[in-house]
Protein backbone atom coordinates (compact mmCIF):
# COMPACT_ATOMS: atom_id res chain seq x y z
CA UNK A 1 0.00 0.00 0.00
CA UNK A 2 1.34 3.43 -1.21
CA UNK A 3 2.56 5.67 1.66
CA UNK A 4 2.36 8.88 0.38
CA UNK A 5 3.31 10.94 2.82
CA UNK A 6 7.04 9.53 1.80
CA UNK A 7 6.53 11.39 -1.50
CA UNK A 8 6.31 14.78 0.25
CA UNK A 9 9.44 16.94 0.69
CA UNK A 10 10.31 19.14 3.02
CA UNK A 11 10.12 22.32 0.80
CA UNK A 12 6.25 21.20 -0.37
CA UNK A 13 3.48 23.12 1.28
CA UNK A 14 2.45 22.54 4.70
CA UNK A 15 -1.04 22.41 3.10
CA UNK A 16 0.06 19.38 0.65
CA UNK A 17 2.15 17.72 3.15
CA UNK A 18 -1.05 17.55 5.52
CA UNK A 19 -2.99 16.05 2.84
CA UNK A 20 -0.48 13.47 2.06
CA UNK A 21 -0.43 12.65 5.58
CA UNK A 22 -4.21 12.09 6.14
CA UNK A 23 -4.62 9.86 3.31
CA UNK A 24 -1.49 7.71 4.74
CA UNK A 25 -3.21 7.62 8.32
CA UNK A 26 -6.54 6.95 6.54
CA UNK A 27 -5.02 4.03 4.24
CA UNK A 28 -3.00 2.28 6.61
CA UNK A 29 -5.73 2.28 9.58
CA UNK A 30 -7.91 0.99 6.72
CA UNK A 31 -5.61 -1.49 5.78
CA UNK A 32 -5.22 -2.93 9.52
CA UNK A 33 -9.17 -3.30 9.66
CA UNK A 34 -9.20 -5.30 6.52
CA UNK A 35 -6.60 -7.95 7.74
CA UNK A 36 -8.26 -8.08 11.33
CA UNK A 37 -11.89 -8.54 9.58
CA UNK A 38 -10.21 -11.21 6.85
CA UNK A 39 -8.59 -13.25 10.00
CA UNK A 40 -11.67 -13.42 12.62
CA UNK A 41 -14.69 -12.05 10.98
CA UNK A 42 -17.35 -13.47 8.33
CA UNK A 43 -17.73 -9.91 6.60
CA UNK A 44 -15.25 -8.16 4.59
CA UNK A 45 -14.62 -4.20 5.18
CA UNK A 46 -17.58 -3.02 2.46
CA UNK A 47 -19.76 -5.51 4.08
CA UNK A 48 -18.90 -4.28 7.32
CA UNK A 49 -19.52 -0.67 6.58
CA UNK A 50 -23.05 -1.58 5.17
CA UNK A 51 -24.10 -3.50 8.01
CA UNK A 52 -23.18 0.01 10.29
CA UNK A 53 -24.65 2.21 8.00
CA UNK A 54 -28.01 0.15 8.39
CA UNK A 55 -27.81 -0.85 12.32
CA UNK A 56 -28.09 3.39 12.78
CA UNK A 57 -31.44 3.15 10.37
CA UNK A 58 -33.24 0.03 12.23
CA UNK A 59 -36.06 1.03 9.79
CA UNK A 60 -34.09 0.47 6.41
CA UNK A 61 -33.08 2.82 4.03
CA UNK A 62 -33.38 3.01 0.55
CA UNK A 63 -30.24 2.21 -2.14
CA UNK A 64 -29.69 6.03 -2.98
CA UNK A 65 -29.47 6.98 0.95
CA UNK A 66 -26.74 3.81 1.32
CA UNK A 67 -24.66 5.22 -1.49
CA UNK A 68 -24.91 8.85 0.09
CA UNK A 69 -23.79 7.58 3.51
CA UNK A 70 -21.13 4.65 2.21
CA UNK A 71 -19.91 7.60 -0.13
CA UNK A 72 -19.67 5.14 -3.24
CA UNK A 73 -21.90 4.66 -6.76
CA UNK A 74 -25.43 3.21 -6.50
CA UNK A 75 -23.72 0.71 -8.88
CA UNK A 76 -21.52 -0.48 -5.96
CA UNK A 77 -24.24 -0.46 -3.85
CA UNK A 78 -26.48 -2.46 -5.83
CA UNK A 79 -23.76 -5.58 -6.07
CA UNK A 80 -22.59 -5.59 -2.14
CA UNK A 81 -26.69 -5.46 -1.29
CA UNK A 82 -27.28 -8.09 -3.57
CA UNK A 83 -24.75 -10.96 -1.61
CA UNK A 84 -25.64 -9.85 1.80
CA UNK A 85 -29.07 -10.52 0.64
CA UNK A 86 -28.34 -14.21 -0.90
CA UNK A 87 -26.42 -14.59 2.10
CA UNK A 88 -29.07 -13.66 4.62
CA UNK A 89 -27.89 -10.72 6.32
CA UNK A 90 -30.00 -8.05 4.74
CA UNK A 91 -33.60 -8.00 3.59
CA UNK A 92 -35.44 -5.99 1.03
CA UNK A 93 -38.85 -4.91 0.89
CA UNK A 94 -40.74 -2.19 -1.78
CA UNK A 95 -41.28 1.28 -0.36
CA UNK A 96 -44.60 1.61 0.61
CA UNK A 97 -44.24 5.47 0.16
CA UNK A 98 -42.51 4.59 -3.44
CA UNK A 99 -43.28 1.64 -4.94
CA UNK A 100 -40.71 2.02 -7.16
CA UNK A 101 -38.03 2.24 -4.51
CA UNK A 102 -36.75 -0.85 -2.38
CA UNK A 103 -35.90 -0.50 1.13
CA UNK A 104 -32.83 -2.47 2.76
CA UNK A 105 -32.62 -3.24 6.37
CA UNK A 106 -30.60 -5.40 8.57
CA UNK A 107 -32.13 -9.22 8.71
CA UNK A 108 -32.14 -11.11 12.35
CA UNK A 109 -29.04 -12.63 11.16
CA UNK A 110 -27.57 -8.98 9.90
CA UNK A 111 -27.93 -7.78 12.98
CA UNK A 112 -26.33 -11.07 15.18
CA UNK A 113 -23.30 -10.75 12.63
CA UNK A 114 -23.02 -6.90 13.28
CA UNK A 115 -23.51 -7.16 16.97
CA UNK A 116 -20.64 -9.56 16.76
CA UNK A 117 -18.48 -7.74 15.17
CA UNK A 118 -19.37 -3.76 16.23
CA UNK A 119 -17.02 -4.56 19.19
CA UNK A 120 -14.63 -6.04 17.61
CA UNK A 121 -14.33 -3.67 14.99
CA UNK A 122 -14.21 -0.80 18.14
CA UNK A 123 -11.49 -2.21 19.97
CA UNK A 124 -9.43 -2.47 16.45
CA UNK A 125 -10.03 1.33 16.17
CA UNK A 126 -9.13 2.13 19.95
CA UNK A 127 -5.92 0.03 20.02
CA UNK A 128 -4.89 2.04 16.89
CA UNK A 129 -5.27 5.04 18.43
CA UNK A 130 -4.34 4.28 21.83
CA UNK A 131 -0.96 5.57 22.13
CA UNK A 132 -2.35 9.35 21.70
CA UNK A 133 -3.64 10.94 25.07
CA UNK A 134 -7.32 11.50 24.95
CA UNK A 135 -6.80 15.10 25.14
CA UNK A 136 -5.30 14.83 21.26
CA UNK A 137 -7.89 12.51 20.49
CA UNK A 138 -10.48 15.31 20.71
CA UNK A 139 -8.49 18.00 19.41
CA UNK A 140 -7.59 16.14 16.17
CA UNK A 141 -11.06 15.26 16.08
CA UNK A 142 -12.18 19.29 16.39
CA UNK A 143 -9.63 20.23 13.78
CA UNK A 144 -10.95 17.01 11.08
CA UNK A 145 -14.23 18.82 11.39
CA UNK A 146 -13.22 22.47 10.55
CA UNK A 147 -11.63 20.71 7.78
CA UNK A 148 -14.89 18.90 6.70
CA UNK A 149 -16.26 22.59 6.61
CA UNK A 150 -13.76 23.85 4.72
CA UNK A 151 -13.64 21.54 1.92
CA UNK A 152 -17.67 21.61 2.16
CA UNK A 153 -17.42 25.66 1.84
CA UNK A 154 -14.83 25.33 -0.88
CA UNK A 155 -17.20 22.59 -3.39
CA UNK A 156 -17.71 24.37 -6.36
CA UNK A 157 -20.33 21.89 -7.24
Known sequence: MQDYETDAREDDRLELRTWLRLVTCCNLMEREIRVRLRDSATVT???FDLLAVLARAPDGLVMGDISRRL?????????????LVR??????????????????????QGWRVFNTVAPAH?????????????????ALYDLLADLKLSVSEARTS
Not at 87 to 108: C, F, K, T, Y
Open 45 to 47: LPQ
Open 71 to 83: MVTNGNVTALVDR
Open 87 to 108: EGLLEREVNPRDRRALVVRLSE
Open 122 to 138: NEWIDELMRDIPRDKVE
